[in-house]
């Protein structure tokens, strides 16, 4: 599969594809401490929930790398600095803390068994490139569960960048749709723009493109003439944090497009990694949501759209449990009651 590597690990450092700067140029950083991979993760030159996770697990391995400790001792003090600043970064997708929460249980393990400085530092390394490569293996997965629920032949809708740029992997919602064309699907991809980052214009579109995947782009407010007119056959979205009853918090502008599939028929499917399930909450009400400058809204490209006026820009809605067909994750398909069937693919092995 054509895909773009959005992070890798290197012995610079951490290398990042820009995505503030797609589709015009493409330009990797290379960050060699943790703190400047923070700021990429808070400034949005690698976003996605499972991306994130990524980018997380590899600035806590970062710092534990660089860091110019001499004992185990100064190494957990600083330790515990290094995850606050990676988990301060954004507050949504779940993914972020799930990595850091996992470093941290390697972290202690290692100092538990008093692990050698320099092979304590190697296994948080090979810690977060595990945790890269398995999100890899996680994508193909859902991919493979996904294409079954794809239709023969028509168009479906996705919402944000839910592929290869938001997951270090082929996608999910998007890895949905590229493992459903490879085995003979012939399926149009319709990709409203996502307002007001631009996540579907610049970046689903482009992955479309560079896959050879047909697409049509269209803006948001188009979504309700295409149900309506009959030419959406699905729509499969991705998800930032889903609650134990199923409610799943994604990029904004996704809970819209789920009542409009709902009005009209159209099966609306989730589909994100065990990693994205948070049963600690009961419902999405419960799920913080990020609110971004003003200037998204405002400026489009560096250029003022609108006057100086008082500006709402919450980065994310969610979608209630009853308007979604059926949650993919790389362990099956949960569906209704989403309480049990959550609940069963996180504890299945």
């Known amino acids: 599969m054509n895909v773009a590597q959005p992070i890798e690990w290197t012995d610079k450092g951490v290398v990042m594809l820009d995505q503030r700067r797609l ?21 949005m030159v690698i976003r996605g929930a499972p991306a994130i996770g990524v980018a997380a697990a590899m600035g806590v391995a970062l710092g534990v790398e660089r860091s110019k400790a001499r004992t185990l001792e100064e190494l957990r003090a600083e330790f515990l600095s290094i995850c606050q600043t990676i988990a301060g970064t954004r507050p949504t997708a779940v993914d972020l803390f799930w990595a850091v929460e996992r470093m941290s249980r390697s972290f202690e393990q290692l100092a538990a068994a008093n692990t050698p400085l320099d092979a304590l530092r190697r296994a948080m390394v090979e810690e977060a490139r595990a945790i890269h490569a398995e999100k890899k293996a996680i994508d193909e997965a859902i991919g493979c569960f996904g294409a079954e629920l794809m239709p023969a032949t028509g168009q479906v809708m996705t919402q944000c960048n839910a592929g290869a740029l938001a997951t270090a992997g082929i996608g999910t919602a998007l890895g949905v749709i590229r493992v459903a064309v490879e085995q003979g699907h012939k399926l149009r991809v319709l990709v409203p723009e996502t307002r007001p980052y631009l996540q579907g214009a610049r970046l689903t579109a482009w992955e479309l493109r560079e896959g050879g995947i047909p697409l049509t782009l269209i803006t948001d407010n188009m979504v309700g003439h295409f149900m309506k007119t009959g030419s959406v056959a699905a729509v499969v979205v991705g998800a930032d944090r889903i609650a134990a009853n199923g409610d799943t918090a994604n990029k904004i502008g996704t809970y819209q497009i789920a009542v409009l599939a709902h009005e009209h028929g159209v099966p609306f ?7 994205t399930f948070d049963l600690t909450i009961s419902s999405g009400e419960q799920i913080p949501i990020e609110e971004r400058s003003a200037d998204e809204v405002t400026h489009l490209c560096g250029v003022r759209i609108a006057p100086d006026v008082t500006v709402a820009n919450p980065a994310f809605d969610v979608t209630p449990a009853r308007l979604v067909s059926a949650i993919i994750c790389e362990r099956g ?16 092995k």
């Not at 589709?23 to 400034?43: C, F, L, N, Q, S």
């Not at 049990?340 to 693919?345: A, D, F, I, N, V």
């Open 333 to 348: 398909v949960a569906r209704a009651p989403y309480v049990e069937s959550l609940r069963r693919l996180a504890g299945s």
């Open 23 to 43: 589709p015009g140029e493409v330009i990797r950083h290379t960050y060699a401490d943790y703190r400047d991979v923070a700021a990429a993760i808070k400034d």
């Open 269 to 275: 499917y989730v589909a994100a990694p065990v990693s």
